[in-house]
């Protein structure tokens, strides 16, 4: 059956959307379009996309939700550099306090990165009545349980889609999405300027050093990419999931990471040759009474839809009791990608404040969204009882023997093999490889056997061990 419209209904389906003080919502035929005023701190790639966005698509936003986002402060580090970007005269500062003590603002974006003084400074804004949108995901990390208190005593909000994954409303899915559901594995790509290395070093055979140049090249990694290559980052956003997907708080230390800047090209021949492919992953996995959580590289499936994220893309898969599997995927990295998140958190902060009052009579933050954050108690395993299959490669000398010392210390440490592949390297330097997939064992017993096999006379290089995850295709 199709629905159809009158000619009258058509009309007012096109007027924007007004919310009363009782919370019902009405059309009014005029009116003055509420603003909603806006401070930033921080204009670097991020801010001054934010700002362009806002220029850009402002008229836009205003159709589309019946707000005008007025932009009336900016905090700079340097009032003298070029951005590439106009603004009136007087929003530019580079006092942030002067940001977050003006009385006139509504909401304050803070964009400046690192965790002191951006810590303080969100708190200040908070405390004098305006919301803050965020994607400090190392600040959120580190201190998001003290910074959702303080919005609570505030009567304010604290907004952070931007934190994670980009384009990607991953954390409103977690929220609203799928609160229903008890959460059972976040597993994801999301650290768009690792998955692009992995994908040119995958695709193009090229050396780890030769794709990060690229990268920074193409703008998506940092002068310093010690933060994005290390897994850290990604750790950062995985404290922020794990608390929202399983109501604890994380502590950094608590998450095991590995990073990507030991991979080689072997390593993806290898893991092709096994048929998977090689990503940086995060993943979080809910077993009572414990979780896990760790980031590292992985292999998975070749077949798998995670398999196929290209470049700065991101994609997080999120299996629940009642949904299953879902899966999202987005552009991770970039200015305006970002941009786009933040605003999203400006808009959504926006229409809370001005819900439950009329245009004419709104005089302050009210209807901030309230939930509860931290509402469970659980450890988080520790990586050695981790149970996982594994890649083992072992650099050998090509004598009698070899093979059986690799197979019986394993073995010791029980650790069942599933496949073994042997290759000479060079016969007549008598120099081989051989490269074992094992069945699920421990952590802490396949590192142990991989040790004692690394004081033996047989390798003539290091070892190299990678995770493997099974994701159902």
């Given at each position: 059956m199709a629905w159809k419209t009158t000619e009258s209904e058509?009309?007012?389906?096109?007027?924007?959307?007004?919310?009363?003080?009782?919370?019902?919502?009405?059309?009014?035929?005029?009116?003055?379009?509420?603003?909603?005023?806006?401070?930033?701190?921080?204009?670097?790639?991020?801010g001054t996309a934010v700002v362009r966005l806002l220029q850009e698509n402002g008229d836009l936003i205003e159709k589309k939700t019946g707000i005008r986002l007025e932009l009336r402060r900016v905090a700079v580090k340097h009032l003298s550099k070029r951005r590439g970007i106009a603004l009136p005269a007087g929003v530019l500062t580079d006092r942030a306090e002067a940001v977050v003590a003006?009385?006139?603002?509504d909401l304050v974006i803070e964009l400046m990165g690192g965790i002191s003084p951006a810590r303080r400074y969100v708190l200040r804004a908070m405390e004098s009545g305006k919301s803050v949108v965020t994607a400090n995901k190392a600040l959120l990390a580190t201190w998001g349980a003290q910074l959702l208190s303080a919005a609570g005593r505030s009567g304010v909000d604290l907004a952070c889609e931007a934190s994670v994954a980009g384009t990607i409303p991953i954390l409103r899915v977690l929220e609203e999405g799928l609160a229903a559901n008890r959460i059972e594995r976040i597993i994801g790509i999301i650290n768009g300027t690792t998955n692009y290395i992995l994908t040119r070093m995958a695709e193009r055979g090229e050396s780890f050093g030769a794709a990060l140049a690229e990268a920074q090249r193409q703008g998506l990694a940092e002068a310093d990419p010690s933060l994005d290559v290390s897994g850290e980052?990604?750790?950062?956003?995985?404290?922020?999931?794990?608390?929202?997907?399983?109501?604890?708080?994380v502590r950094q230390k608590d998450i095991f990471v590995e990073g990507i800047d030991a991979l080689t090209p072997e390593d993806f021949a290898g893991a092709r040759s096994f048929g998977y492919a090689l990503k940086l992953l995060a993943m979080a996995r809910s077993e009572e009474p414990v979780v896990e959580l760790r980031v590292h590289p992985t292999l998975i499936p070749a077949a798998h839809p995670l398999a196929a994220i290209r470049n700065e893309f991101n994609a997080v898969m999120v299996v629940g009791d009642a949904s299953r599997e879902t899966m999202y995927v987005g552009r991770g990295a970039g200015p305006m990608p970002t941009a786009s998140a933040v605003l999203s958190d400006v808009i959504a902060c926006a229409e809370r404040r001005l819900g439950r009052c009329p245009v004419k009579e709104h005089a302050g933050p009210v209807g901030p969204r309230r939930r509860n954050v931290f509402w469970g108690n659980r450890k988080v395993r520790r990586m050695g009882e981790v149970v996982s299959r594994y890649y083992l490669r072992f650099p050998i000398h090509d004598e009698p023997g070899a093979i059986g010392v690799l197979s019986s210390t394993l073995g010791r440490h029980r650790v069942s093999l599933s496949d073994v592949r042997a290759s000479v390297v060079d016969a007549d330097r008598a120099t081989g490889i051989v490269e074992i997939v094992t069945h699920g064992a421990a952590e802490r017993e396949v590192a142990a056997a991989v040790a004692e096999i690394g004081r033996?006379?047989?390798l003539r290089a290091p070892a190299r061990l990678l995770r493997i995850e099974e994701l159902r295709t």
């Open positions: 058509s009309l007012l389906l096109q007027a924007p959307l007004r919310a009363t003080a009782g919370g019902r919502s009405r059309r009014p035929v005029s009116g003055p379009v509420p603003v909603v005023t806006l401070g930033l701190i921080g204009m670097g790639n991020v003006d009385p006139s603002l980052d990604a750790a950062h956003k995985l404290a922020i999931l794990a608390a929202l997907a399983f109501g604890i708080q033996a006379s047989i």
